[in-house]
């Protein structure tokens, strides 16, 4: 079965570092890229960036850049997502997602979702 | 950017009733050199990650029941779904990778039973 796996649920306090993860299985890891998708309480969908896990190439949106830092780790086949100094505004679900080059790059199979909660 | 925008926010359909929900985009995401519309459908239930639906605006993913169906091409966009199911209840959100790597979604639009 064709999965992404993400890790459990954050509480944190602001300032402090956190790395989230998504592992992948049932399929060739490094040769899709993964994509992180934030959704915060109530809202819709925002693309954070991409990881190519083959070469740890990575994009950032815009709005994510300098914000926050995607890696890869071919060898255990897991994408990361890290914060070096969290705000309560990150708090939200954060969602991994395969992007399917075979669909133009829609988003085929999405990770259950990590829930980040930032608080004092 | 390619702003996508909705419409409605919500609906309140009867069961076996069909629910049509529209998406527009600010520029065409119809690529002409094959003829293909970059444009997927995804519907996220209550505390469910997000679901693919349908991409190329028409071709439904595997295991959809085949009372969804996408239509439109350019800049306007259709979802519906004949004879709404009480598992039909959810988030529908229409997303374009006209622009990728860079991505854009709807707003959303929720649909309840009426």
């Known amino acids: 079965e064709v999965q992404l796996v993400q890790s459990g649920a954050e509480v944190k306090r602001p300032g402090e570092s956190l790395k989230i993860s998504c592992q992948g299985s049932?399929?060739?890891?490094?040769?899709?890229?993964i994509v992180w998708v934030r959704q915060m309480p109530g809202k819709g969908l925002e693309w954070m960036g991409i990881i190519y896990p083959g070469d740890s190439n990575t994009r950032y949106s815009p709005s994510f850049q300098g914000q926050v830092s995607l890696s890869a780790d071919k060898s255990v086949s897991t994408a990361y997502l890290q914060w070096s100094g969290l705000k309560a505004s990150d708090t939200a679900m954060y969602y991994c997602?395969?992007?399917?080059?075979?669909?133009?790059?829609?988003?085929?199979?999405w990770g259950q979702g990590t829930m980040v909660t930032v608080s004092s | 950017d390619i702003v996508m925008t909705q419409s409605p926010d919500s609906l309140a359909v009867s069961l076996g009733e069909r629910a049509t929900i529209s998406c527009k985009s600010s520029q065409s995401v119809l690529y002409n050199s094959n003829n293909k519309n970059y444009l997927a459908w995804y519907q996220q239930k209550p505390g469910q990650p997000p679901k693919l639906l349908i991409y190329w605006a028409s071709t439904r993913e595997s295991g959809v029941p085949d009372r969804f169906s996408g239509s439109g091409s350019g800049t306007d966009f259709t979802l519906t779904i004949t004879s709404l199911q009480a598992e039909d209840v959810a988030v529908y959100y229409c997303?374009?990778?006209?622009?990728?790597?860079?991505?854009?979604f709807g707003q959303g639009t929720k649909v309840e039973i009426k």
């Open positions: 997602a395969r992007v399917s080059t075979p669909m133009g790059d829609a988003f085929d199979i």
């Open positions: 997303q374009q990778y006209y622009s990728t790597p860079t991505w854009s």
């Open positions: 049932g399929y060739s890891f490094t040769t899709s890229w």
